[in-house]
């Protein structure tokens, strides 16, 4: 079966420091993968999108990149959080780019202090 | 930004029907409308789509006006479960997937 998954599950850094978070995808190949932030309180921010190794687009300027070293692996970064890095980081997969249906994970929830 | 507009908050009877209004005056000849949900804490969930026609599954139904300018989320009976986030999109189909989410409507189910 096909399932997604995301960790840690949730994190508490302090300003400055790096950030990992890492997703990983079972049971397909070659998928369109998702990153996607939620601030408190607010909707769905999207990320960066890959539609394989390698391949990242930002939809967003600002202190994270992304990486894809593997067909189903989508790491988030940074290198020295802020403050307003805080939030609720979502990966999430599409089984059939055409149809716009998404599947998430479980999700990571990032407090920066 | 998000092309839909939604209520911010709602409240329902378990065992009522739940009807979420969607609105998306600017939508484009091609692009579709989805239904996700997000239940606290939890990634989202897809819900349905539907082009001009409307849908139904095992979920929910779909109602798309005639002028594709709003559409109706409907949950027939809704139960306590249901209380969640429920975010109305549109999007062109083969558009990479990248879905862009707004606030959405929280509906509450009460008993």
């Known amino acids: 079966s096909q399932t997604i998954h995301q960790w840690p599950a949730t994190l508490v850094q302090p300003v400055g420091s790096p950030l990992s978070l890492e997703c990983t995808v079972e049971?397909?190949?070659?998928?369109?993968l998702y990153w996607y932030r939620q601030a408190a309180g607010r909707g769905l921010q999207l990320l960066f999108y890959?539609?394989?190794?390698?391949?990242i687009s930002s939809e967003v300027p600002q202190n994270l990149s992304a990486s894809r070293p593997q067909d189903r692996q989508f790491i988030l970064s940074s290198k020295k959080l802020l403050l307003s890095d805080s939030g609720f980081y979502l990966c999430?997969?599409?089984?059939?780019?055409?149809?716009?249906?998404?599947?998430f994970g479980e999700g990571s929830r990032l407090t920066v202090l | 930004d998000a092309k839909t507009t939604q209520p911010p908050s709602m409240d329902c009877a378990e065992g009522r029907a739940a009807n979420l209004p969607c609105n998306h005056s600017?939508?484009?000849?091609?692009?579709?409308v989805y239904w996700y949900r997000q239940i606290h804490s939890q990634g989202p969930q897809y819900i349905i789509h539907?082009?001009?026609n409307n849908e139904t599954n095992e979920m929910a139904s779909l109602i798309i006006t005639e002028d594709r300018k709003s559409s109706t989320l409907i949950l027939p009976h809704a139960t306590l479960r249901d209380t969640a986030v429920y975010y109305c999109?549109?999007?062109?189909?083969?558009?990479?997937?990248?879905?862009?989410f707004g606030k959405g409507t929280k509906l509450s189910v009460k008993p």
């Open positions: 999430a997969w599409a089984r059939d780019p055409n149809t716009g249906e998404l599947f």
């Open positions: 049971g397909t190949s070659n998928p369109n």
């Open positions: 890959s539609v394989g190794i390698g391949q």
């Open positions: 600017t939508i484009s000849g091609n692009e579709y």
């Open positions: 539907g082009l001009k």
């Open positions: 999109i549109v999007r062109v189909l083969g558009s990479q997937g990248n879905l862009i």
